[in-house]
């Protein structure tokens, strides 16, 4: 059995492990490699789907604002989380 304790400092900072792939990647690569062919068909989907929704009038107007406030909230601090641990990856 995996111990989720053992694993050192990284396993507290996840994401410093991204950051140390995009800093030691050998090449550069295309922008559409970024995400593999069924995460893009996923997020096809929900937009089109949102997109449906919202036009359908199925819900209402609130709740399409609530959820896209909320969204839109934990996108941009997950933008800002990013960027602190990338100054702070850069500074050490």
Do not use: H
Not at 9 to 26: K, M, T, Y
Request: proline share 3%.
């Amino acid at each position: 059995m995996r111990n989720f304790g053992d694993e050192g400092a990284q396993s507290r900072r996840p994401g410093v492990l991204n950051l140390n792939a995009i800093f030691n990647a050998e090449e550069t690569k295309p922008i559409w490699n970024f995400f593999d062919l069924r995460a893009y068909l996923i997020m096809a989907f929900m937009m089109g789907g949102g997109i449906w929704l919202l036009n359908s009038g199925l819900v209402p107007e609130v709740f399409i604002a609530v959820f896209y406030t909320g969204l839109g909230c934990a996108l941009a601090l997950a933008g800002v989380l990013f960027w602190v641990m990338f100054f702070r990856y850069k500074s050490e």
